[in-house]
């Protein structure tokens, strides 16, 4: 078994296990508050409310191409543009706690430590919002300045990763290192992840495995700098990098995290999407093989995103707690002991409601909180990958031709109800047959409820199957032709419990 495999890989000599990391992105926090709260008590409060949760771990992000404190190595986030002050939210909430003299990330740190929360810093290594608008007030001299630097130097906006900064460049990863250096000598974090997925590109399109060696050095050199850190501060700075979800996708872009943790350059892996989709069949079994040996001190902790989205264009849906579950299902069974969440923030970009999160600080994302609660299997796609490289697109597909989907639960259930979930774009056809690895299941019953399903359906239809049908792991849904029938599928779903 696979997920047995992975498990064996694992001992107790790795010092992060049993993390549930909550990613703080750069703006949500100045964005989503008034200017009442900016103040200590308004940035502890912050932290507050997930101490005693089932979160360990705060990652803070500090920065996209512009930081959102008063930094001495790039743009402040409300440094002018061509003259004008930005007036959005965000920069200038920040630029009061600057005039305050509170830096939000000091305040933050020690409030995590003192209620009992692990704070890391999570550096943005090539983020890309708004780039077709040059004038954004997001943007960073250095980048306006240097198109030259770009992926592909002046290149127009199509698409936005055309314009990424070049690490193959030395004034690039110059520019990027200036950063680490003053976050780690300005700032007391337990560690410091490099946040890769932000953008997921860093190199010349078409040619990123042969100057992968640019990123890891690069990588070795954040190392010598997190263990001089460690040596000052008298405690441990953990490097962590967040990378494709596939080992093999993330080596054809350059990111080789496999080869980073062979190489002790890494406490943490974040095998995770961009943000297009969120990917619920994350190999998390093949990356620790692939680590081997370094599967004992490096940890893997797949991530999850806000969307679902089940093909590149389709109409995305934000995930629910059932569908966190069912992530965590298949990763713990997978072999991941801690899961990371990003875009779940308190508000704003948080996909679920108020309640509903509350309840997800409190049970968590353990095995046992996965698999006893009601939770969803959607199928999605892989959205950061290197040209030429399996994507896993299968929606949307023809009624009349058919379609067969492999769909990863994690363990199977034993007892209760399991079921298919069908989005379609017409009424069902009569005689819409379907199997679950291979037996009958059915016959289809109406699903009125769409508003959790992606791919804007009209119509849904759900099949009842006995649990024996069902397999650990990976599951085999084929749906029958249906000659003449009008309308594709969509969505492709399994629910356990609901």
Same mark, same amino acid.
């Given at each position: 078994?696979l997920?047995?495999?992975?498990?064996?890989?694992v001992t107790?000599d790795?010092p992060l296990?049993?993390m549930l990391?909550?990613?703080e992105?750069?703006s949500?926090?100045f964005g989503?508050r008034?200017p009442?709260?900016m103040t200590t008590?308004?940035l502890?409060?912050?932290?507050?409310q997930?101490?005693?949760s089932a979160? +360990?771990?705060?990652?803070?992000s500090?920065?996209?191409?512009?930081a959102?404190? =008063?930094?001495r190595?790039?743009?402040?986030?409300?440094?002018?543009?061509?003259?004008?002050?930005? +007036?959005d939210r965000?920069? /200038?909430n920040?630029?009061?706690?600057a005039?305050?003299g509170? =830096?939000?990330y000091?305040?933050?740190?020690a409030?995590?430590?003192e209620?009992?929360?692990?704070?890391?810093?999570s550096?943005?290594?090539?983020?890309?919002?708004?780039?077709?608008e040059? =004038?954004?007030?997001?943007h960073?001299?250095?980048?306006?300045?240097?198109?030259?630097?770009?992926r592909?130097?002046?290149?127009?906006?199509?698409?936005w990763t055309n314009?990424a900064?070049?690490?193959?460049?030395?004034?690039?990863?110059e520019h990027?290192?200036?950063?680490?250096?003053e976050?780690l000598?300005?700032?007391?974090? %337990?560690?410091?992840e490099l946040d890769?997925?932000?953008?997921g590109y860093?190199?010349?399109?078409?040619?990123e495995r042969?100057?992968a060696a640019?990123?890891?050095a690069?990588m070795?050199?954040v190392?010598q700098?997190t /263990?001089?850190?460690?040596?000052?501060?008298?405690?441990?700075?953990y490097l962590?990098?967040r990378v494709?979800?596939?080992? =093999?996708?993330?080596a054809?872009?350059g990111?080789?995290?496999?080869q980073?943790a062979?190489?002790?350059l890494?406490?943490?892996?974040?095998?995770?999407?961009f943000?297009?989709?969120?990917?619920?069949?994350?190999?998390?079994?093949?990356w620790?093989?692939?680590l081997?040996p370094a *599967?004992a +001190?490096?940890?893997?902790?797949?991530g999850?995103?806000?969307?679902?989205?089940?093909?590149?264009?389709?109409?995305a849906?934000?995930?629910?707690v059932?569908?966190a579950?069912?992530?965590?299902?298949?990763a713990?069974w997978?072999?991941?002991?801690?899961l990371?969440?990003?875009?779940?923030?308190?508000?704003g970009?948080?996909p679920?409601?108020?309640s509903?999160? #509350?309840r997800?600080l409190? %049970?968590?994302?353990?095995?046992?909180a996965a698999?006893?609660?009601p939770?969803?299997?959607p199928?999605?796609?892989?959205d950061t990958?290197?040209a030429?490289?399996?994507?896993?697109?299968?929606l949307?597909?023809?009624?009349t031709?058919g379609?067969t989907?492999?769909?990863?639960i994690?363990?199977?259930p034993?007892?209760?109800?399991?079921?298919?979930?069908? #989005?379609?774009?017409?009424p069902?056809?009569?005689?819409?047959a379907?199997?679950?690895?291979g037996?009958?299941?059915?016959?289809p019953?109406?699903?009125?409820?769409?508003k959790?399903?992606?791919?804007?359906p009209?119509?849904a239809?759900?099949y009842?199957c006995?649990?024996?049908a069902?397999?650990? #792991?990976?599951? /085999?849904i084929?749906?029958?032709p249906s000659?003449?029938a *009008?309308g594709?599928?969509?969505w492709?779903?399994?629910?356990?419990?609901?």
């Amino acid at each position: 078994m696979l997920a047995w495999l992975a498990l064996s890989l694992v001992t107790a000599d790795r010092p992060l296990r049993d993390m549930l990391v909550i990613n703080e992105d750069n703006s949500h926090f100045f964005g989503s508050r008034p200017p009442e709260l900016m103040t200590t008590e308004g940035l502890q409060a912050f932290v507050d409310q997930y101490a005693g949760s089932a979160v +360990t771990h705060l990652f803070l992000s500090p920065n996209a191409m512009r930081a959102s404190f =008063d930094s001495r190595t790039r743009d402040a986030i409300w440094a002018p543009v061509k003259g004008l002050d930005p +007036t959005d939210r965000w920069p /200038q909430n920040a630029k009061l706690l600057a005039s305050r003299g509170l =830096d939000a990330y000091t305040v933050w740190i020690a409030r995590s430590r003192e209620r009992g929360l692990s704070p890391w810093l999570s550096m943005r290594m090539n983020d890309l919002h708004s780039v077709d608008e040059p =004038d954004n007030f997001m943007h960073s001299t250095f980048w306006r300045e240097h198109p030259q630097l770009w992926r592909v130097p002046h290149g127009n906006a199509a698409p936005w990763t055309n314009r990424a900064l070049n690490y193959v460049h030395a004034a690039v990863r110059e520019h990027q290192m200036a950063f680490v250096d003053e976050l780690l000598e300005r700032y007391d974090p %337990d560690g410091l992840e490099l946040d890769w997925m932000r953008f997921g590109y860093h190199l010349t399109p078409g040619q990123e495995r042969d100057e992968a060696a640019v990123l890891t050095a690069f990588m070795r050199a954040v190392r010598q700098k997190t /263990q001089a850190a460690a040596a000052r501060r008298g405690h441990p700075v953990y490097l962590a990098a967040r990378v494709p979800a596939h080992p =093999d996708a993330a080596a054809g872009l350059g990111l080789d995290g496999v080869q980073w943790a062979r190489e002790g350059l890494v406490d943490l892996l974040v095998p995770c999407p961009f943000w297009t989709s969120s990917d619920f069949d994350i190999p998390v079994e093949l990356w620790l093989e692939r680590l081997g040996p370094a *599967a004992a +001190t490096v940890t893997v902790a797949p991530g999850l995103e806000y969307n679902a989205r089940p093909w590149p264009g389709g109409a995305a849906v934000a995930n629910t707690v059932a569908a966190a579950r069912g992530f965590a299902a298949a990763a713990r069974w997978r072999g991941a002991d801690s899961l990371y969440l990003f875009n779940w923030m308190d508000s704003g970009t948080r996909p679920v409601s108020e309640s509903a999160y #509350g309840r997800l600080l409190r %049970d968590g994302l353990s095995l046992t909180a996965a698999t006893t609660a009601p939770r969803r299997h959607p199928v999605c796609f892989r959205d950061t990958v290197p040209a030429g490289f399996p994507t896993g697109i299968a929606l949307p597909c023809d009624l009349t031709v058919g379609g067969t989907w492999s769909v990863a639960i994690g363990p199977r259930p034993t007892a209760g109800t399991l079921s298919v979930v069908l #989005g379609l774009t017409a009424p069902p056809p009569p005689g819409l047959a379907l199997t679950l690895n291979g037996q009958p299941v059915g016959p289809p019953q109406p699903h009125h409820e769409l508003k959790d399903l992606g791919g804007s359906p009209t119509h849904a239809v759900r099949y009842l199957c006995p649990p024996p049908a069902a397999r650990d #792991g990976h599951n /085999q849904i084929t749906l029958a032709p249906s000659p003449g029938a *009008a309308g594709k599928v969509v969505w492709v779903e399994v629910r356990v419990g609901e």
